[in-house]
């Protein structure tokens, strides 16, 4: 079956969720702004090296995301379009990757095609897309390492020489470095170990680890921090390189969770394909074979295994292994037609929740901005081609139609529902609006006040930095100035009896995680 219109029209999807959503949301608390809020200070200041936040270093994360979205609001973008495109290039350039990544492990393009689709009706892989954070780039260029490493362990027959294999793939892991750390060192290495350890006939791993890659990939890395530390000193360094690398693998300061934390959760945030990658992947593993199916299953696997392993979690980090699965699920559907139909079951399934849960929001108020109607219609778009697509893949229709309801039905997410969603969440997800309400309410102010109010957003779009007040006592005399304070929920309740006297108005603004109130003093 030719699945290449398929795949163009999964592309299309994703720039069209990508026209109907940049142009009307901001960045979103916490992450996005705070990259933002770097890149703005890399341009301020003209310090490209040691990037900062609040004009002390930031040692959260290496900088070539950062350096991406600085370079592309120099060109004159929004702070939103500049944080989003690398990512949809970046998911873009894997699903041009799913063929050629098929062909490295014997599999055919039509395959790779098939799985390029899976992966852009993937919700929470589209959802990456279209942020502005660094996974998806982390996504790719583990993409193109595993693309790399199936060529080094012997798989398929692409001609191409081993030498340059071997080069860009270790390429792929220095510039991954530079985007979100080690972990990009991790992740391929432990999929060839796993490969090498697991799969028979065992593979060799010396064109992989033999040659002058590992020096590529750490010159890349060194070009960056060797005159980073120069300019940013020891302690610099020893945060980058130690407590924000290492130290985060032993004991994460944030997002502490169990070991089976993605045992749990995969079967719902993988949707709506993840009964069938795990199927795939149980006997796929089961033979051991170093063959297509077995690549592909430890590609994945190896990602869940890696992050299982440290202490911080989050399901956003199951990302690199989108690729790999879908592509194994993918094989999985044309290996066998009764497979195929158990598969393309559970995905219509899947799907049908997504749907019915799609127009079900409204009504336990959880958006608000859209009208019932809207979310109903995307619901409905859904859901119908899901159930049609159920009940062929019960009645034994023909593979080729069941299999096109299905993708009628997942690329309503990046086409319909995530535009709608994002849309109509981004007032509470956003401070932009706190902060234009300081900009009306001091508008010749050079700098605004805040109170437990420290979000990154606000910098951003206030266009002025916020300085922080020490406590009650400090609040209540700029206030008695007439000046205005963004105060955050919980001290807000705390002060609010004893700032009465000095109060002018207030208005609340409400946020996801809490809201902020603007409050505003009388003059003396």
Not at 47 to 64: A, F, I, N, R, S
Not at 99 to 115: K, Q, S
Not at 147 to 157: C, K, N, P, V, Y
Not at 394 to 407: F, K, Q
């Amino acid at each position: 079956m030719d699945f290449r219109k398929g795949w163009w029209l999964a592309m299309a999807a994703v720039l069209l969720g990508a026209a109907l959503t940049v142009p009307f949301r901001h960045l979103w608390e916490v992450d996005e702004p705070r990259y933002a809020e770097v890149a703005r200070e890399m341009i301020t200041s003209g310090q490209w090296l040691v990037p900062h936040l609040y004009g002390e270093p930031y040692t959260h994360k290496p900088p070539l995301y950062i350096w991406l979205e600085g370079g592309l609001r120099l060109t004159g973008l929004s702070w939103t379009a500049a944080g989003v495109l690398p990512s949809v290039l970046a998911f873009l350039g894997i699903l041009a990757l799913m063929p050629r990544l098929a062909r490295a492990t014997g599999l055919d393009d039509e395959v790779g095609r098939l799985g390029g689709i899976a992966l852009a009706a993937s919700p929470l892989a589209v959802f990456l897309a279209l942020g502005a954070r660094m996974d998806m780039l982390l996504a790719f260029f583990y993409t193109l390492a595993i693309l790399m490493l199936a060529q080094l362990l012997g798989l398929g027959t692409a001609a191409v020489p081993n030498r340059r294999a071997h080069t860009v793939f270790w390429l792929a892991i220095g510039l991954g470095v530079l985007t979100k750390g080690p972990v990009a060192v991790a992740l391929p290495v432990l999929a060839a170990v796993l490969a090498w350890a697991l799969l028979r006939p065992r593979p060799s791993l010396r064109a992989v680890f033999v040659g002058w890659g590992p020096l590529l990939a750490v010159g890349l890395v060194l070009a960056w921090l060797v005159p980073a530390g120069f300019v940013g000193g020891p302690e610099y360094l020893y945060e980058v390189t130690i407590r924000q690398s290492a130290g985060r693998l032993t004991n994460s300061f944030a997002h502490q969770e169990p070991f089976y934390f993605y045992l749990v959760r995969y079967p719902a945030i993988g949707l709506p394909w993840s009964v069938a990658v795990v199927v795939a992947a149980f006997h796929a593993l089961r033979r051991r074979a170093l063959d297509a199916g077995g690549f592909l299953a430890l590609a994945a696997l190896a990602v869940p295994v890696f992050f299982s392993l440290i202490s911080g979690k989050l399901e956003i980090y199951l990302l690199p292994m989108f690729p790999p699965a879908m592509l194994l699920a993918a094989h999985a559907w044309r290996r066998t037609e009764r497979g195929q139909r158990s598969a393309l079951a559970a995905g219509a399934a899947g799907m049908a929740v997504v749907g019915i849960a799609a127009a079900a929001l409204p009504t336990f108020g959880l958006v608000q901005r859209v009208p019932w109607p809207v979310w109903a219609g995307v619901g409905a778009l859904i859901a119908v081609p899901a159930v049609a697509a159920l009940v062929a893949a019960v009645r034994g229709r023909p593979i080729a139609s069941t299999v096109a309801l299905v993708a009628a039905s997942a690329l309503v997410v990046p086409a319909g529902l995530l535009p709608v969603g994002l849309n109509a969440l981004d007032r509470a997800w956003t401070t932009a609006g706190a902060a234009e309400a300081m900009r009306r309410a001091e508008p010749e102010s050079r700098e605004y006040l805040s109170y437990g109010a420290e979000f990154p957003g606000l910098w951003l779009y206030a266009e002025r930095p916020f300085r922080e007040l020490a406590d009650a006592a400090t609040v209540s005399a700029e206030l008695g100035r007439g000046r205005c304070v963004l105060v955050e929920e919980k001290r807000w309740g705390a002060v609010q009896a004893a700032l009465e006297p000095e109060i002018d108005r207030v208005e609340r603004i409400p946020l996801r995680r809490r809201a902020l109130f603007l409050v505003c003093g009388r003059r003396r």
